[in-house]
């Protein structure tokens, strides 16, 4: 772990918990949920202190799944109308997005085993409203959480984490559309390092 070496990551994560909405009133219900993330990152060390390496990382995020996404049911007309359809229906959601912004600090830099802490933010387009049927498909993101990286080699490592994952929409099209949504995400990455 030397200023200047560089990493590649490969990185899924899932997150089996209920998500939670910051939306106030319960007006859509945004449980039984699962979110999996499949993630590239790109890292260069950009120091090390006193047993501390700092690593800036670039992220990119091909496909982000959310199960059972709550989404505009089309053959509702109102309802009376319609008095049988439901508003709202269930579907699987897709999505891509980057994080520009990812610091990874890592602790006994210079042991097998390195406890970390990372945070970061970034973009999330998705193909249907998330995480509330009247939000937009553009999203923010962000990031916070920690884990251990275990070294199998100078040039291998595996990490196994956690992550507080946070999405919403910045309040763009007012606050009806930016109810954020937060998932618990529980990863696995596998890591090159090189120089």
């Known amino acids: 772990m030397r200023r200047g070496n560089k990493t590649f990551s490969v990185e899924y994560g899932i ?3 209920n998500p939670s909405n910051f939306a106030g009133p319960k007006e859509f219900d945004v449980y039984g949920r699962d979110l999996h993330l499949f993630s590239f990152r790109f890292g260069r060390i950009i120091g090390t202190r006193k047993n501390v390496s700092y690593e800036y990382m670039f992220g990119v995020t091909p496909l982000a ?3 059972k996404n709550e ?3 089309k053959d509702f007309v109102s309802p009376t109308a319609t008095p049988r359809v439901p508003p709202t229906k269930r579907e699987t959601t897709y999505g891509t997005g980057f994080q520009p912004v990812n610091f990874k600090f890592m602790f006994f830099a ?3 085993l390195k406890p970390y802490a990372q945070v970061g933010a970034g973009i999330l387009v998705t193909n249907k409203a998330v995480p509330v049927p009247r939000s937009t498909l553009f999203q923010l993101t962000g990031d916070y959480g920690g884990g251990l990286m275990y070294m199998l080699s100078p040039k291998r490592a595996v990490n196994l984490g956690y992550k507080y994952f946070h999405i919403s929409n910045g309040n763009i099209n ?3 559309n930016n109810p954020g949504f937060n998932a618990n995400v529980f990863y696995i990455n596998y890591s090159f390092l090189f120089r």
């Open 65 to 67: 799944i959310f199960t």
């Open 15 to 17: 997150s089996p918990l």
């Open 71 to 73: 989404v505009v049911n």
């Open 110 to 112: 210079k042991n097998r």
């Open 174 to 176: 007012g606050k009806i």
